[in-house]
């Protein structure tokens, strides 16, 4: 999208915002006394009543009831906040309902009007305010050499949705992979490889020729799955996997590249799946470090003093966050956080059952000592305020623990909505249509490869993104094509119609429409125009909505509205070519 002008009027406040400021000087002049009220400001859900309410009055007479008071009544009250509005060119006129709700009606001119400028001067002016000028967002995360699932997918569309809307709203957004690219595994697999291709060096042309050959028939499944059962069934290749683990970790130029090598493998895999869902991850440098070690207890964590660089990737893993952890770690110990239990090391968290474990027995790293490096590294180094995590919700037990240890750290308020904070966005199952939990993986069994490159062309990734979006994300929700190709409903079919439906019309206009944007009046005579214009106005106050709430479901429900909007709105009011001409209504409207 082009940047708004640099004339352009900045945003400011969103509509219901305005109204709230309004009626908050109104509700100053009628109850002096309630110093701590706030505008209750709602759409109104019957729109024969008007377009937005206030809601206070009720709430202010069950707090002033039998006290020495001139009302006697909440319907009073409301007559009294509408008596007490300010003059505004925004409000056309309120009327009092029962229990004092005050029924608000905006004017046409003042809409016709606000619409008309963001036509002149761009969407982007409407962008909402947040209280956050950076977010990390955490998504996708697949586990190196093996191939996502439908979990990892779910993530990675919510993920860059919840990315799209923060940097819509002038937020910078860190795009952080998080992937499972460091770990007892890659001993396994890089003793694999070497026995396989036993004369070959990892990094020759020829080596990652075979290696590519021998995985990506179907992403690294197949060299995986044949070195784990190598490891589970052989004794003596378990015990070389294990040493390959400690080499690697020590840092010895063979398995550094054998492993940087598997992970850039992993990486091109992963960016076809990206690329074809239209989804940006940034390219980082990963550094590593490896060797010296410090003491904490009785236990020893490695940590290096010696940098040394491998390729640009956007996968930022556990393995960039692995040289933080010992630092991290001395941190929370010295804030008499980190206590031993049973040989290990832990941080208690007050309302759980079972410590958070950030040091096991045998002294290794785990899931949440890397959290709580990468947690610290995001907020003191990338000085990130808001840290998204995009993961399925049986891992929000997890995230309350390391975001627990790291309120008692100091490193976030113990307010969680004060800023810099972390968030969970915790989302439910894939069902397949048995009502089972839906297994890409084991899907692919059944199917040959012709069979699902047929069915990757047939169906659209709009709607499979769409059908995953529109539902609140911690529900389960079925994965049915049938639905998700309807054009009818709530579908991202339905909505492609709409919008192919209105370029069409501008298209037969044969009009410059950038032109009609400056020149053309924007008219809201129609109760059809009317509707579409307040639901147009209303847009910025729902980005707000599902930033905050970080639902992309509710974007969703308004383009679903919006596009029932408008196809109301081109059946009732056709926008049509007489006598070679548009009217200045319908050019307006284009």
Same mark, same amino acid.
């Given at each position: 999208?082009?940047?708004?002008s640099?004339?352009? +009027?900045?945003?400011?406040?969103?509509?219901k915002?305005?109204?709230a400021?309004?009626?908050?000087?109104?509700?100053?002049?009628?109850?002096?006394y309630?110093l701590?009220?706030?505008?209750?400001?709602? +759409?109104?859900?019957?729109? =024969?009543?008007?377009?937005?309410?206030?809601?206070?009055?009720?709430?202010l %007479?069950?707090k002033?009831?039998?006290?020495?008071?001139?009302?006697?009544s909440?319907?009073?009250?409301?007559?009294?906040?509408?008596?007490?509005?300010?003059?505004?060119?925004?409000?056309e006129s309120?009327?009092?309902g029962?229990?004092?709700?005050?029924?608000i009606?905006?004017?046409?001119? %003042?809409?016709?009007?606000?619409i008309?400028?963001?036509?002149?001067h761009?969407?982007?002016? %409407?962008?909402?305010e947040?209280?956050?000028?950076?977010?990390?967002?955490?998504?996708?995360?697949?586990?190196?050499?093996?191939?996502?699932?439908v979990?990892?997918?779910?993530?990675?569309i919510?993920?860059?949705?919840?990315a799209?809307?923060?940097?819509?709203?002038n937020?910078?957004?860190?795009?952080?992979?998080h992937?499972?690219?460091?770990?007892?595994? !890659?001993?396994?697999?890089i003793?694999? !490889?070497f026995? #396989?291709?036993?004369?070959?060096?990892i990094?020759? =042309?020829?080596?990652?020729?075979?290696?590519?050959?021998?995985?990506?028939?179907?992403p690294?499944?197949?060299?995986?799955?044949?070195?784990?059962l190598?490891?589970?069934?052989?004794?003596?290749?378990?015990?070389r996997?294990q040493r390959?683990v400690?080499?690697?970790?020590?840092?010895e130029?063979?398995y550094?590249?054998a492993?940087?090598?598997?992970?850039e493998?992993?990486r091109?895999?992963?960016?076809?799946v990206?690329q074809?869902?239209g989804?940006?991850?940034?390219?980082?440098?990963?550094?590593?470090?490896?060797?010296?070690r410090? #003491?904490?207890?009785?236990?020893?964590?490695a940590?290096?003093?010696?940098?040394f660089?491998?390729?640009?990737?956007?996968?930022q893993?556990?393995?960039?966050?692995n040289?933080?952890i010992p630092?991290?770690?001395?941190?929370?110990?010295?804030?008499?956080?980190?206590k031993?239990?049973?040989?290990?090391?832990?941080?208690?968290?007050?309302?759980?059952?079972?410590?958070?474990?950030v040091?096991?027995? =045998?002294?290794?790293y785990?899931?949440?000592?890397?959290?709580?490096?990468?947690?610290?590294?995001?907020?003191?180094?990338?000085?990130?305020?808001w840290?998204?995590?995009?993961t399925?919700?049986?891992?929000r037990?997890?995230f309350?623990?390391i975001?627990?240890?790291?309120?008692?750290?100091?490193?976030?308020?113990?307010?969680?909505?004060?800023?810099?904070?972390?968030?969970?966005?915790?989302?439910g199952?894939?069902?397949?249509?048995?009502?089972?939990?839906?297994?890409?993986?084991?899907?692919a069994k059944?199917?040959?490869?012709?069979e699902?490159?047929?069915?990757?062309?047939a169906?659209?990734?709009?709607?499979?993104?769409?059908?995953?979006?529109?539902?609140?994300?911690?529900?389960?929700?079925t !994965?049915?094509?049938d639905q998700?190709?309807?054009?009818?409903?709530?579908?991202?079919?339905?909505?492609q119609y709409?919008?192919?439906?209105?370029?069409?019309?501008?298209?037969r206009?044969?009009?410059d429409?950038?032109?009609?944007?400056?020149?053309? +009046?924007?008219?809201?005579?129609?109760?059809?125009?009317?509707?579409?214009?307040?639901?147009?106005?209303?847009?910025?106050?729902?980005?707000?909505?599902?930033?905050?709430?970080l639902?992309?479901?509710?974007i969703?429900?308004?383009?679903?509205?919006?596009?029932?909007?408008a196809?109301?709105?081109?059946?009732?009011?056709q926008?049509?070519?007489?006598?070679?001409s548009?009217?200045a209504?319908?050019?307006?409207?284009l």
């Amino acid at each position: 999208m082009a940047p708004a002008s640099s004339s352009a +009027p900045a945003m400011g406040l969103h509509l219901k915002q305005k109204i709230a400021k309004v009626f908050e000087e109104s509700l100053r002049i009628t109850v002096p006394y309630e110093l701590d009220i706030e505008p209750a400001i709602a +759409p109104c859900q019957n729109p =024969d009543f008007g377009d937005y309410q206030c809601n206070n009055a009720m709430g202010l %007479w069950s707090k002033i009831k039998g006290k020495d008071t001139l009302f006697e009544s909440s319907e009073l009250i409301g007559e009294a906040i509408v008596k007490n509005l300010p003059p505004s060119a925004m409000i056309e006129s309120c009327s009092v309902g029962q229990n004092g709700f005050v029924n608000i009606t905006l004017s046409n001119k %003042w809409m016709a009007k606000s619409i008309h400028e963001m036509l002149v001067h761009g969407i982007k002016t %409407w962008a909402p305010e947040l209280p956050c000028k950076r977010a990390v967002v955490d998504f996708s995360s697949p586990n190196i050499a093996k191939e996502m699932h439908v979990g990892h997918l779910r993530s990675t569309i919510i993920g860059d949705t919840l990315a799209r809307m923060l940097e819509y709203s002038n937020v910078e957004v860190l795009r952080r992979n998080h992937v499972g690219d460091w770990g007892t595994q !890659f001993g396994m697999l890089i003793e694999f !490889f070497f026995e #396989k291709f036993p004369s070959k060096d990892i990094s020759s =042309d020829q080596a990652i020729g075979d290696l590519e050959n021998l995985t990506w028939i179907s992403p690294f499944k197949a060299f995986y799955k044949a070195s784990k059962l190598r490891f589970d069934n052989n004794p003596v290749f378990k015990e070389r996997a294990q040493r390959a683990v400690v080499s690697l970790q020590a840092g010895e130029e063979k398995y550094r590249k054998a492993w940087a090598q598997i992970c850039e493998i992993s990486r091109r895999g992963y960016e076809k799946v990206y690329q074809r869902l239209g989804v940006h991850l940034e390219e980082r440098v990963m550094l590593l470090k490896f060797g010296t070690r410090i #003491k904490l207890f009785n236990h020893k964590y490695a940590i290096s003093n010696d940098f040394f660089l491998f390729y640009p990737s956007p996968l930022q893993g556990e393995s960039f966050y692995n040289p933080y952890i010992p630092a991290v770690l001395k941190l929370l110990d010295e804030k008499g956080l980190v206590k031993e239990s049973e040989g290990a090391c832990v941080v208690p968290i007050e309302g759980k059952r079972i410590p958070l474990i950030v040091v096991k027995k =045998d002294g290794g790293y785990n899931y949440a000592s890397t959290d709580l490096a990468a947690l610290w590294y995001r907020l003191n180094e990338e000085r990130a305020e808001w840290i998204i995590y995009v993961t399925d919700v049986g891992q929000r037990e997890h995230f309350e623990m390391i975001f627990s240890a790291a309120k008692r750290a100091g490193w976030l308020p113990a307010d969680r909505n004060k800023y810099p904070k972390a968030s969970h966005v915790g989302f439910g199952l894939v069902l397949g249509e048995d009502g089972k939990r839906f297994r890409t993986r084991s899907k692919a069994k059944e199917w040959t490869a012709e069979e699902l490159d047929g069915t990757a062309e047939a169906v659209s990734y709009g709607a499979v993104k769409y059908a995953d979006l529109k539902n609140n994300r911690t529900t389960n929700y079925t !994965f049915n094509f049938d639905q998700m190709l309807n054009d009818k409903g709530n579908t991202a079919v339905y909505l492609q119609y709409a919008h192919a439906r209105i370029c069409s019309i501008i298209k037969r206009s044969v009009k410059d429409v950038d032109e009609l944007k400056k020149i053309g +009046p924007v008219e809201l005579a129609h109760p059809d125009e009317r509707a579409l214009g307040l639901r147009l106005l209303q847009f910025p106050e729902i980005v707000e909505e599902a930033c905050t709430k970080l639902l992309p479901s509710v974007i969703c429900e308004y383009l679903y509205n919006l596009s029932e909007d408008a196809t109301r709105l081109y059946t009732n009011c056709q926008v049509r070519k007489r006598a070679g001409s548009y009217s200045a209504r319908q050019q307006g409207w284009l």
